[in-house]
């Protein structure tokens, strides 16, 4: 990580994270991929500055170590979704700019609905402290990308799902933010609404930005320079998302029937069989009529991975 890339190093977020390290560049978006509980949310709100030590409003990039004492996790009130316990940053470190240079949409809010657009536009400019000539020239600009300059006087409460995301991506980014942390900002929005918004991430990593992205949708992953696919809190897999898919390991072959139902998933109306490395009897009993091999995508190099992953039932018989 160099001095002007964000991220977190050797994170850890009890009870919810554990040696976790992301690199966010500007310029270039960073995907965090995982299921409910994986620690998505966490990991961002500590990149956002909500769990953990936090940086003077006014300072310009720092690097935060996380340790536990008791003050810090009286702070740190929110809790885990899954255990209910208070998450807090024991170890690591973690890399942002100025609070005042950061912008942030937690997962299904980032706006206000009983406000109109406008309100909602200028209560981000109070918080972030947007005045005068920058505010009407960054509210006309970011109204106008994100096609919502026709509704001014509507309740955010009112609009579309795709339009509210919208809105909360506009209140986020009206200060210029250095760092643009976004937890599933897609989710539960149609399939032109989601197209409509990673257009607009697109241009906010174009103009210089570094742009950190939570996505349970590993199509939207591909779209990232880099992707972090977390699994129960701990790094599945780190990399650029077309080197995860070329260094996946064995063979994937699309089949009729699988050989091994446990080693395959389906994909459309075939099977995709993963067939590991040293499984030399998989490979041989396979009839390449009408069976075909494939390369790898990132779905499926994350799916490998959890594959090889241990379960919890082989872990507590190891232990």
Same mark, same amino acid.
């Given at each position: 990580?160099?001095?002007?890339?964000?991220?977190?190093?050797?994170?850890?977020?009890?009870?919810?994270?554990?040696?976790?390290?992301?690199?966010?560049?500007?310029?270039?978006?960073?995907?965090?991929?995982?299921?409910?509980?994986?620690?998505?949310?966490?990991?961002?709100?500590?990149?956002?500055?909500?769990?953990?030590?936090?940086?003077?409003?006014?300072?310009?990039?720092?690097?935060?170590?996380?340790?536990?004492?008791?003050?810090?996790?009286?702070?740190?009130?929110?809790?885990?979704?899954?255990? /209910? !316990?208070?998450?807090?940053?024991?170890?690591?470190? %973690?890399?942002?700019?100025? #609070?005042?240079?950061?912008?942030?949409?937690?997962?299904?809010? /980032?706006?206000?609905?009983?406000?109109?657009?406008?309100?909602?536009?200028?209560?981000?400019?109070?918080?972030?402290?947007?005045?005068?000539?920058?505010?009407?020239?960054?509210?006309?600009?970011?109204?106008?990308?994100?096609?919502?300059?026709?509704?001014?006087?509507?309740?955010?409460?009112?609009?579309?799902? &795709? =339009?509210?995301?919208?809105?909360?991506? #506009?209140?986020?980014?009206?200060?210029?933010?250095? !760092?643009?942390?976004?937890?599933?900002?897609?989710?539960?929005?149609?399939?032109?609404?989601?197209?409509?918004?990673?257009?607009?991430?697109?241009?906010? #990593?174009?103009?210089?930005?570094?742009?950190?992205?939570?996505?349970?949708?590993?199509?939207?992953?591909?779209?990232?320079?880099? %992707?972090?696919?977390?699994?129960?809190?701990?790094?599945?897999?780190?990399?650029?998302?077309?080197?995860?898919? #070329?260094?996946?390991? &064995?063979?994937?072959?699309?089949?009729? =029937?699988?050989?091994?139902?446990?080693?395959?998933?389906?994909?459309?109306?075939?099977?995709? =069989?993963?067939?590991?490395?040293?499984?030399?009897?998989?490979?041989?009993? %396979?009839?390449?009529?009408?069976?075909?091999?494939?390369?790898?995508?990132?779905?499926?190099?994350?799916?490998?991975?959890? !594959?090889?992953?241990?379960?919890?039932?082989?872990?507590?018989?190891?232990?």
């Amino acid at each position: 990580m160099s001095r002007s890339d964000f991220g977190v190093r050797s994170l850890t977020v009890e009870p919810a994270l554990r040696d976790v390290d992301l690199t966010a560049p500007a310029g270039a978006v960073t995907a965090v991929v995982g299921g409910d509980g994986a620690g998505k949310s966490t990991l961002l709100r500590t990149l956002a500055g909500g769990i953990g030590a936090s940086a003077d409003r006014r300072c310009s990039n720092v690097t935060v170590p996380c340790r536990a004492k008791r003050s810090l996790a009286r702070r740190n009130f929110r809790r885990d979704k899954a255990s /209910g !316990l208070p998450l807090r940053a024991e170890r690591g470190s %973690v890399t942002r700019p100025a #609070a005042l240079s950061i912008g942030y949409v937690p997962t299904g809010s /980032g706006f206000y609905p009983d406000l109109t657009v406008e309100e909602n536009i200028r209560f981000a400019a109070t918080a972030y402290r947007v005045r005068g000539d920058d505010l009407r020239r960054r509210s006309e600009e970011m109204l106008g990308r994100t096609d919502l300059a026709s509704f001014p006087d509507r309740l955010a409460g009112d609009l579309s799902g &795709g =339009q509210r995301q919208k809105l909360a991506l #506009a209140m986020a980014t009206l200060h210029e933010p250095a !760092l643009l942390v976004l937890d599933e900002p897609t989710t539960g929005i149609d399939p032109v609404s989601r197209a409509e918004m990673w257009r607009l991430i697109a241009r906010f #990593a174009a103009d210089g930005t570094a742009v950190v992205v939570a996505t349970s949708y590993l199509d939207e992953a591909e779209r990232a320079l880099s %992707v972090l696919v977390l699994h129960d809190g701990s790094v599945l897999l780190s990399g650029r998302p077309d080197a995860l898919a #070329a260094t996946t390991p &064995g063979a994937l072959i699309d089949m009729r =029937q699988p050989l091994d139902p446990t080693l395959a998933w389906r994909v459309g109306r075939t099977w995709r =069989q993963w067939i590991p490395p040293g499984r030399s009897d998989l490979l041989a009993s %396979v009839d390449l009529a009408g069976n075909h091999p494939v390369g790898a995508r990132l779905s499926d190099a994350v799916i490998v991975a959890t !594959l090889k992953r241990p379960s919890a039932s082989s872990k507590e018989v190891a232990a």
